[in-house]
């Protein structure tokens, strides 16, 4: 009973600490520039992958730092090359293109692996080894290291990023375009940039989730679109464009689904995202924490 | 006057028949090539086969539509639907969709290879359903949904379900399927189609993933290798091509129809400008749920068949490559035409078939082939379509073929 | 300083703008006035770059910049005081004050137009913690003016400065504008209310139907039968 307990709470945690990553990015350029993100989780995909392939090569801090680079370095060229040119256009087209994006990229990992010679679907080593061993016990459980540092950085990040958006100059302006594009474009903003600098952001937060989280949980070509789908339910739940909401829909979520696993049965465990999406949007549609008004 | 019609009549009757007799001595002595030769020669005879589609019928039709209007101005006593339907055959597109379909339905007298039948245009006519489903949501009420797999899957799961463990004839076991679907369909409709923006989008894509990942589960749900030994439609390659031919012209008729109709033309003002369409009176969630649920019976029936066809169903059918599928052909053949997702379709399998022949040639450089996965290249001809041509390709080609011909023939 | 040279502007078929020429000189305060759905708004949203004409041309300071984006307008130093003030409502009016100044580089000027805008609007100072979405009417309005001047612009745009506004804080409102005048910033105010327009503008321009019908000075237009009928209900 003890270690079931356990179980929900550490692996709900580190889960929780993973999607708020990840949900925040997404939050935040569906905030500030009303953008659906479809490539959100391949962007995790493409960076997890990286970690994965250069590992071997290039060692631990090269290869996260690579991973990391890369993944901004493609959103903030999937904002320039094709979402900004097609926001003039239609929403419509933006969805498509960005659902293309992801397509694209989970097939580039494929072909990735097909290449370099990996397996397509794999785990990766612990990360973090104190003292020639990898984990610890409390409670009767056995908790890598790992998670611990899964649990600091990724507070770490969503703290330092909180802080730049409400006291920097670039993260007001950021504030600005989320309330009133038009308005911020005539105090001199050139919004295109900023929501640039913001679906940079979004996906280096994606891939520093990535690199935390490939260390404990097996990766696959197909799970770009798990995360993405459970980074819906987070937003959802928390509230479209709610930084605090995402946060707090991250956590309830990932214990949720951890103790429906652990208590009740996998099967029902998987389907508490598609539930949170569907009471959500039926009951609630902006969220525990919006207050953006959605019709 | 009259003479100089019939005059015209038998020019052009015999014109049409010399160029048809020529056409189908083409396309036999390329489906031989295709037969006898397998992969090597497939790639000329793509070429060619295309050449004949893009310049041979719409040549033909040109034709047609000449008859046509001559038969028209002479025998006036023809009852009006018969008429009308004349004279949507004499019009371009309407001649063109004619071509097509007899084209179609005389392929089987040309070849009897079950491989070209069954895998290539059996599979394309249930693409063509499955496209033009998709179609009909996204094009006619600017609705997407990214999880259509979800409704192609259950259906193809149910209809399995009920022909191998509940015994059932065919038929219903697909319109059952199918309603299945719609079911499906209106748990995700109703909650997201309440509210403006993209939220169907992550709806449907949440639902099919989740269902992949439900569906490949071990114990549950017939377990992660899913259904197999589903019988085929029947024995005969012939009378399942027929089958679901016939099904196809139904689908894609009912579909067109409603677009044509009054209620498409609500549809359209939905996609056009929802809060307008709302303003003047009109329950939009209703009509939009209504839409979606259309397209969900679609898919359902593409799924069933895809299900038989295949003979097996497993989780796989959920994955994101099911869903994107109808987005690159409707992308090919251009949204809110219904029938572009057939051209789609077909050029798609085509494009496949190709991708094959040339991997499999031994010049090729070593890891080369791997590049020639169709999904990378239909991801990267995707995000082209939806960049620089958002009409679609064929569909601006085709357009501005007919401007031609409307040259030509001085309108 | 600002020219318009045969402006053209269309809303799909309907027409908004037809052939208007306007011309505002250095330091001077020009209204625009007309009745709802001249085209005023459409007019300072093609000068500051929201809507693109359809034809003509607009000219600031010997540069055309009709096709330039409309960041790229503000930091050539037009100000644009948008319709219904948009403001950022979440931002406090301290953070409103400082997107003003986005395009500033100069800190020193900054501390300095502050310094102006917290002595002409002394209720913004005691607020300046408070989110703007919380303020009453006329202090939205005062913010979004005082937000407008934060740019130390060349030119000032004003839409509809004194809507939904009590006759009190209009007048408050006017007041601030003619100082802003007085420091010699060029002004152009588009404005409904005649009287108003009439008694602070230099000079005036009359829209209506996309076109300018009549121009003058105050005297000048007083003397027109037409302008009294039906602007100033005499």
Request: charged share 15%; glycine share 8%; proline share 3%.
């Amino acid at each position: 009973m003890l270690t079931d307990i356990m179980q929900v709470l550490v692996l709900g945690s580190v889960e929780g600490a993973v999607y708020m990553l990840i949900a925040v990015g997404y939050s935040l350029v569906y905030g500030t520039g009303g953008i659906m993100n479809l490539a959100h989780g391949a962007f995790y995909l493409i960076a997890g992958y990286m970690l994965y392939w250069y590992l071997g090569t290039l060692g631990l801090f090269t290869s996260v730092v690579l991973a990391l680079i890369i993944v901004t370095l493609i959103g903030g060229i999937s904002y320039l090359a094709l979402i900004k040119p097609l926001e003039k256009k239609s929403q419509l087209s933006v969805v498509m293109v960005t659902f293309a994006i992801a397509f694209f990229i989970e097939q580039i990992v494929k072909l990735g692996c097909s290449i370099l010679g990996f397996e397509k679907e794999s785990t990766l080593p612990n990360l973090i080894e104190i003292k020639g061993t990898v984990s610890f016990e409390l409670f009767g459980t056995i908790i890598p290291y790992d998670y611990v540092f899964i649990l600091i950085i990724s507070f770490l990040i969503v703290s330092l990023i909180t802080l730049f958006i409400s006291k920097s100059k670039l993260g007001t302006s950021i504030r600005a375009i989320s309330q009133d594009r038009e308005a911020a474009t005539l105090m001199g903003i050139n919004a295109d940039r900023v929501l640039m600098f913001t679906v940079m952001i979004s996906a280096f937060l994606a891939g520093v989730a990535a690199v935390i989280y490939v260390p404990s949980y097996p990766i696959a070509p197909w799970q770009g679109w798990v995360i993405l789908t459970n980074s819906f339910a987070v937003v959802i739940l928390g509230g479209m464009g709610s930084l605090p909401g995402s946060v707090l829909g991250a956590f309830i979520l990932s214990y949720a689904s951890h103790f429906t696993r652990v208590f009740i049965d996998p099967a029902i465990s998987t389907l508490v995202p598609m539930f949170v999406i569907v009471v959500m949007l039926a009951l609630r549609p902006q969220g525990i924490l919006g207050k953006k008004e959605i019709d | 006057m009259q003479i100089r019609f019939l005059n015209r009549i038998k020019e052009n009757s015999l014109f049409v028949i010399c160029v048809s007799v020529f056409y189908l001595v083409e396309l036999t002595y390329i489906l031989t090539l295709l037969y006898y030769f397998g992969y090597t020669s497939l790639i000329l005879s793509t070429i060619l086969y295309f050449t004949l589609f893009y310049f041979g019928f719409l040549y033909l039709a040109f034709n047609f539509t000449i008859l046509w209007a001559a038969i028209k101005r002479n025998f006036k006593l023809i009852p009006s639907a018969i008429r009308r339907l004349m004279a949507w055959l004499g019009t371009f597109k309407g001649g063109l969709t004619l071509f097509c379909m007899l084209i179609i339905a005389i392929i089987p007298l040309l070849t009897q290879n079950a491989y070209y039948l069954g895998s290539m245009f059996i599979v394309a006519m249930i693409y063509t359903i499955y496209a033009a489903s998709w179609d009909f949501l996204a094009g006619y009420t600017g609705q997407v949904s990214f999880g259509q797999a979800a409704f192609f899957g259950f259906a193809g799961y149910v209809t399995a379900d009920r022909i191998l463990i509940q015994n059932w004839p065919w038929l219903p076991s697909l319109f059952f399927g199918a309603l299945i679907a719609v079911l499906i369909s209106l748990i995700i409709g109703i909650p997201t189609l309440r509210l403006k923006g993209p939220y169907l989008a992550l709806g449907t894509l949440s639902f099919a993933s989740i269902l992949y990942l439900l569906f490949a589960m071990p114990t549950i749900l017939y377990g992660s290798t899913g259904l197999f030994g589903v019988p085929r439609l029947s024995e005969n390659v012939i009378i399942e091509y027929y089958i679901v031919f016939i099904f196809v012209i139904i689908s894609l008729t009912i579909m067109k129809a409603i677009g044509n109709s009054k209620l498409g033309t609500v549809f359209k003002s939905i996609r056009d400008d929802e809060t307008g369409a709302e303003a003047s009176g009109i329950h939009t969630t209703r009509y939009k749920i209504l839409a979606f649920v259309i397209s969900a019976f679609f898919a359902g029936i593409a799924g069933g068949f895809f299900t038989m066809r295949n003979t097996a169903v497993s989780a796989q059918i959920f994955g994101t490559t099911y869903s994107f599928y109808p987005l690159v052909m409707v992308a090919i053949g251009g949204i809110a035409t219904i029938s572009g997702a057939g051209v789609g379709a077909f050029f798609f399998i085509f494009l496949i078939e190709i991708l094959r022949g040339v991997a499999d040639f031994q010049w090729l450089p070593a890891g080369a082939a791997d590049f020639l996965d169709d999904a990378l290249i239909f991801s990267v001809l995707l995000i082209l379509v939806i960049r620089f041509a958002g009409a679609g390709v064929l569909k601006s080609a085709i357009e501005r073929l007919k401007n031609l011909w409307d040259i030509l023939l001085g309108r | 300083m600002l020219e318009i040279r045969k402006i053209y502007h269309y809303y799909g078929s309907a027409k908004a703008l037809e052939e208007v020429n306007l011309q505002v000189d250095e330091k001077a305060l020009d209204a625009v006035i007309g009745p709802n759905g001249a085209g005023k708004t459409t007019l300072l949203r093609v000068i500051s770059g929201l809507e693109e004409p359809d034809r003509g041309k607009v000219i600031f300071l010997g540069e055309r910049i009709d096709e330039l984006e409309p960041h790229e307008i503000a930091k050539k130093g037009i100000a644009h005081c948008p319709e219904r003030r948009k403001l950022f409502y979440d931002l406090s009016v301290l953070e409103n004050l400082k997107m003003g100044s986005f395009a500033l580089k100069d800190k020193k000027k900054f501390k300095e137009l502050l310094d102006f805008v917290y002595e002409t609007f002394p209720r913004l100072k005691e607020r300046k913690k408070q989110r703007a979405g919380t303020l009453s009417g006329g202090e939205q309005q005062m913010l979004a003016l005082a937000r407008a001047i934060m740019s130390d612009p060349k030119l000032l745009l004003l839409d509809e400065p004194s809507l939904g506004l009590a006759p009190k804080v209009k007048a408050q409102i006017f007041e601030a504008i003619k100082k802003i005048r007085d420091e010699g910033t060029t002004t152009l105010l588009v404005e409904q209310d005649a009287v108003l327009a009439l008694n602070v503008a230099d000079y005036i321009h009359v829209l209506e139907e996309g076109k300018i019908e009549m121009r003058g000075t105050k005297e000048e237009l007083v003397k027109e039968p037409r302008i009294k009928q039906v602007y100033l209900g005499i």
